[in-house]
């Protein structure tokens, strides 16, 4: 006997509620490269629309990004091509909603909230927006917990607090990837939410199944979209992925913030605003980049409640700069840096952290006085055979000149040891 399927009529009666039954249309009346402008339909920047094609065509999303002398500005969510003047703009600002529940942990989807895995849909039955305001300052817990990683090099020497926002700075190819997948294996963090924006299509199964595993999947969301995507599905793919991350924040849950990149972010905001008439700034960056960065990042951190968001954000360093415009700006709004260098990764030493560039700004406000002092001498040993290192190579430098150099020396084996990891292996805080 087949078995009839079971109907959530909580769920049912639920969106029935929230939905609402009178569309606002609207008529496109003219494209011009990514930008559509159409008569109405009413509504603010940010608004979900469709364009339905006239025929039998499949309908395109678009957002609202702004309005010029009585005009709708649009840009789509998919593909321009097959959308003509005429066509109709129906306004959907119901789609402003993410879709979150217990059920996203180990399940994989795009910046619009639609599977990618092939598992099926995701049954989840409350609704955040996707746009929220950042914990005001004094509603904030202060950062008095370590955060353990797994990962030596940080734990010890560049520890990571409970509610901080560390950045992960580092060129192409020096491991920014699989350092976030190793965290999200081993970190002691009740939830990772990891956001994949602007990432190549072949690099995202690489790191959920190799550098994620099916562990650190089952208490993971992954939200992804790739550099082929539009611009708008990358923007919302972060901030889907931050939707979800304070959900599970607001419910007591330590969470683990992981994005890659912002930078990616940043790029996409770019091609925004410069579609729209914004004026370029450095290198092209538009204001509404950097005005976006300190929103966005601002919505990590702790919160009145018990719960918090981590956040790990790698930055992509063009040209190994740390000081081009997204960095500079990312460094400043972040409660520290760990920066991946190629020199590093070049001598086959993964994790490539540059400890002495490296900074966790809430370090001393979470570790106790016997652990400050090893990582400050440790530091100090690596700061002295850095500085002879040159010498030291050349055979020009005598054991004996200088016995702060000489112990450098000695310890360099053991520090180098100390920070190498494979990322299959787990070390305990």
């Known amino acids: 006997m087949i078995e009839a399927p079971r109907i959530d009529w909580d769920l049912f009666r639920h969106r029935v509620e929230t939905c609402n039954p009178i569309l606002q249309n609207g008529r496109v009346e003219e494209i011009i490269g990514l930008v559509i402008e159409s008569r109405g339909p009413a509504g603010s920047v940010g608004d979900l629309c469709e364009i339905k094609p006239r025929g039998n065509g499949e309908r395109t999303p678009a957002e609202i990004v702004g309005f010029r002398r009585g005009k709708t500005l649009l840009m789509p969510l998919g593909e321009v091509s097959g959308i003509s003047p005429g066509d109709e703009v129906i306004s959907r600002g119901d789609l402003n909603q993410v879709a979150v529940g217990e059920s996203l942990l180990g399940r994989v989807v795009d910046g619009l909230g639609v599977p990618m895995d ?10 955040v927006p996707i746009l929220n305001t950042p914990t005001e300052a004094m509603q904030r817990r202060r950062v008095t917990e370590v955060l353990p990683t797994g990962v030596k090099a940080i734990d010890g020497l560049v520890t990571l607090g409970e509610g901080q926002r560390m950045g992960i700075f580092a060129g192409s190819g020096v491991g920014k990837s699989t350092l976030l997948g190793m965290i999200a294996k081993f970190t002691q963090a009740d939830v990772n939410v990891v956001a ?3 990432e190549r299509s072949r690099e995202v199964r690489e790191f959920i199944e190799r550098d994620l595993g099916e562990e650190g999947l089952a208490r993971t969301v992954v939200v992804v979209a790739t550099s082929d995507r539009s611009s708008l599905v990358r923007i919302r793919a972060a901030l889907r992925a931050m939707a979800i ?9 330590k969470v683990m913030f992981m994005m890659d990149s912002v930078t990616r972010l940043a790029m996409a905001q770019r091609e925004v605003g410069l579609a729209i008439g914004e004026p370029p700034t450095t290198r092209g960056y538009t204001p509404s980049v950097f005005t976006l960065l300190p929103k966005f990042l601002e919505r990590c951190g702790t919160s009145a409640g018990e719960g918090s968001i981590t956040g790990l954000i790698t ?3 063009e040209g190994d700069d740390l000081n081009e415009p997204i960095s500079d700006a990312v460094r400043g709004i972040l409660d520290g840096h760990i920066v991946l260098t190629r020199r590093l990764a ?13 900074i966790s700004r809430v370090a ?3 570790t106790d006085g016997r652990q400050q002092a090893a990582a400050a001498m440790v530091r100090s040993r690596m700061a002295s055979y850095e500085e002879m290192e040159d010498l030291i190579n050349l055979g020009a430098y005598r054991q004996g000149t200088n016995p702060e150099v000489d112990d450098a020396i000695a310890a360099k084996p053991k520090i180098d040891q100390y920070t190498k990891q494979s990322r299959e292996q787990g070390f305990d805080f």
């Open 196 to 198: 994949l924006v602007g």
């Open 346 to 358: 070049d001598r086959n030493h993964f994790p490539s952290i540059d400890v002495l560039r490296s």
């Open 315 to 317: 930055v992509l360093v």
């Open 118 to 127: 092939g598992h099926g849909p995701i049954l989840a039955r409350d609704r």
């Open 364 to 366: 001393n406000d979470i």
């Open 245 to 253: 991350a304070e959900w599970f924040r607001d419910r007591g849950n």
